[in-house]
């Protein structure tokens, strides 16, 4: 298994442009999630999905969409990059057990907008 | 309002002692906690999880203890090796469904050889 892959690895944009961020997973796993990391505030989520055709908001969603139209794939969309956007981002999924949402993370992507 | 907190940005510890890392939450619907370890450059990696119906949990060299009164858990590592130097993340899932992560800001271990 390849686990949770993220493309790609770097980032750089210019305020104003769009750009997908790719999230896979091949563990069959329900739930899937994207979180950002900035410098002393510790993971933030951003969007996540408890299946197929499912979405929701976190805590910080402004500025990102994501859409899952299969178990495997949860892309995150910027619209338009803000360089408050400037973060390293990460995907993580999990099974729905009993264990506490025991998410498996991806390597991230670390995006620099100018 | 920040419901998961971890109040030591950093913390050094010697070889083969023990690292006591810290985490207080304000929210009782938390049912379960979980430790994240980070490595730079890389993705967390859970590491240990306890829910709020125990009170300690064992796995190897960690332990994690949860007193819910005080609405505290720390994690135990005994003995600590420079392999454990890491940002570590404490999170709490709340109860009710949305099985949605609430994650600390972190602390610095740093375990000096």
């Known amino acids: 298994n390849a686990g949770v892959t993220q493309t790609p690895k770097f980032q750089v944009l210019k305020t104003g442009q769009s750009m997908t961020l790719q999230c896979a997973q091949d563990?069959?796993?329900?739930?899937m999630s994207w979180y950002r990391q900035d410098p002393g505030m510790g993971l933030r989520l951003i969007h996540y999905s408890v299946g197929a055709g499912i979405t929701d908001q976190g805590e910080v969603p402004n500025g990102y969409n994501v859409s899952r139209s299969t178990t495997e794939d949860f892309p995150l969309r910027l619209l338009s990059a803000a360089p408050s956007q400037t973060s390293v981002y990460f995907c993580?999924?999990?099974?729905?057990?009993?264990?506490?949402?025991?998410?498996?993370f991806g390597p991230g992507t670390r995006l620099t907008v100018l | 309002d920040q419901q998961v907190k971890q109040n030591s940005p950093s913390l050094s510890v010697q070889e083969g002692r023990i690292s006591i890392l810290n985490c207080d939450y304000t929210n009782s619907m938390f049912d379960y906690f979980l430790w994240y370890k980070k490595y730079p450059a890389e993705g967390p990696t859970f590491l240990i999880s306890i829910s709020s119906i125990k009170d300690k949990n064992e796995d190897g060299r960690f332990t994690v203890f949860l007193n819910k009164s005080a609405k505290h858990l720390s994690l135990h590592i005994v003995p600590s090796q420079p392999g454990d130097s890491a940002v570590y993340f404490c999170a709490a899932r709340e109860q009710g469904g949305s099985e949605k992560l609430v994650f600390g800001k972190g602390t610095k271990l740093t375990v000096n050889p």
């Open positions: 993580a999924s999990s099974l729905l057990t009993t264990r506490g949402n025991e998410q498996f």
């Open positions: 563990m069959n796993h329900e739930y």
